[in-house]
């Protein structure tokens, strides 16, 4: 019966995105698609420029550009097609990880992977956000089976999709590790850590040179990208996004996660620090975020609440509760701080505030966070399906755009 489960599961997804991609495979390019679209074409014909408002390195672009040749044809269609293609390798990979750390509720991880509002939508568009996170997943299966070489090798190529992956190249491994030997740091540990991850160590390497020889991590379109800021406005709207799109799970859970944050020492003086800190550093200064408020829904979300103190103070509400619960998350399942620490320095130098960019972090944390009541995981699937639907379609009718 499991099995027909498992085969049923897995027909109804593989639907679910061949509809996606029916819906989607001939609509207009949107936003950045034109700017991804114009690279591919351009190596496809074979001349090796840059684009100067791509910010990342071009292995995607180069590698789409193949599937332009190999097919003779740069449609929509066809390209949208092949990032589904990598939707489903991502579900896929999500899976296997999952089946490697056997959860108890294995079946609602992956459903909610699979429907997860801020990366399904990005499966049936011509970004390069859906590979990174390929590349990423693939990395981590293969270091969660304990092949770390090849799996260090995956997570060095995908720093050619999105140069600041660096970061996971790290943090996946040690991640990994750290679940294997149970947090156990010895110098035995250690050295065999360094044994069987040595390619790191070529990777930090790489990203070294690239960083000299290209004076920066960002590679077009520089003056919205400037190196080594530390900004903390994406940290504040991604905790926003994990209250807004995990709402059951941090509902059902609230009561708890405020009983564990009185019994801990300086909470309110934690609060304290932490509420000045937002209302200081929580800025939206990029010139990309104040514009087109009736396209972007974090452009309208952001506006909003800095045109008013009321509501500013109101969205500090969803980012405690977020903290809460990934602070409880975090003594429950010790795991996750790698992970919430990468996501810090993933983040912080990025000045844009844009929910793609949390599409690893959010992957990783569905993975590692605690199980929560089936009943209540249930509803956030569906909850999580939902959301994904409502932007599907607001983005098929022009009506908004993640």
């Given at each position: 019966m499991n099995k027909i489960n498992h085969y049923l599961n897995a027909i109804l997804l593989l639907g679910l995105v061949l509809i996606g991609w029916i819906y989607f495979k001939t609509d207009p390019l949107r936003v950045d698609e034109h700017t991804n679209l114009s690279q591919i074409v351009t190596y496809a014909s074979g001349r090796l420029i840059h684009d100067p408002?791509?910010?990342?390195?071009?292995?995607?672009?180069y590698l789409m550009s193949w599937i332009v040749r190999l097919f003779n044809s740069d449609s929509t269609a066809l390209l949208r097609g092949?990032?589904?293609?990598?939707?489903?390798?991502?579900?896929?990979?999500?899976?296997?990880?999952?089946?490697?750390?056997?959860?108890?509720?294995?079946?609602?991880?992956?459903?909610?992977?699979?429907?997860?509002?801020?990366i399904f939508p990005f499966f049936f568009l011509i970004y390069n956000d859906v590979a990174s996170l390929f590349f990423i997943l693939a990395g981590l299966y293969l270091c969660l089976?304990?092949?770390?070489?090849?799996?260090?090798?995956?997570?060095?190529?995908?720093?050619?999709?999105?140069?600041?992956?660096?970061?996971?190249?790290?943090?996946?491994?040690?991640l990994c590790w750290l679940q294997q030997t149970q947090f156990s740091v010895n110098r035995a540990n250690l050295l065999a850590f360094a044994r069987n991850c040595w390619p790191i160590g070529l990777g930090l390497l790489v990203f070294i040179i690239f960083l000299v020889l290209n004076k920066g991590v960002a590679v077009g379109d520089r003056s919205m990208h400037p190196p080594f800021a530390l900004n903390s406005g994406n940290v504040f709207f991604f905790l926003f996004c994990y209250c807004l799109i995990f709402l059951p799970l941090v509902l059902s859970r609230t009561r708890d996660n405020i009983r564990f944050a009185l019994a801990q020492h300086h909470t309110g003086l934690m609060l304290a620090v932490l509420f000045a800190l937002y209302l200081f550093a929580f800025n939206n200064t990029h010139p990309y975020n104040n514009v087109n408020e009736d396209l972007f829904i974090r452009n309208w979300i952001l506006m909003k609440i800095f045109a008013s103190f009321q509501l500013k103070i109101l969205f500090f509400i969803p980012v405690v509760l977020a903290i809460l619960d990934l602070a409880h998350s975090l003594q429950q399942r010790p795991i996750l701080l790698p992970i919430l620490v990468a996501s810090l320095l993933f983040l912080m130098p990025s000045w844009l505030i844009e929910p793609r960019y949390y599409m690893i972090s959010f992957a990783l944390i569905m993975l590692f966070r605690p199980d929560g009541r089936l009943a209540v995981e249930k509803l956030t699937s569906m909850y999580c399906a939902l959301l994904s639907v409502l932007v599907l379609y607001a983005t098929h009718q022009n009506m908004l755009f993640l």
């Open positions: 408002f791509l910010t990342s390195v071009s292995g995607y672009h092949f990032s589904a293609a990598l939707g489903l390798g991502c579900i896929a990979f999500f899976y296997q990880s999952n089946r490697v750390l056997q959860q108890t509720t294995s079946v609602e991880r992956v459903v909610q992977f699979a429907v997860f509002p801020t089976r304990q092949r770390y070489l090849l799996g260090c090798f995956i997570l060095i190529l995908s720093m050619g999709i999105r140069q600041n992956n660096v970061i996971w190249l790290i943090a996946i491994p040690a």
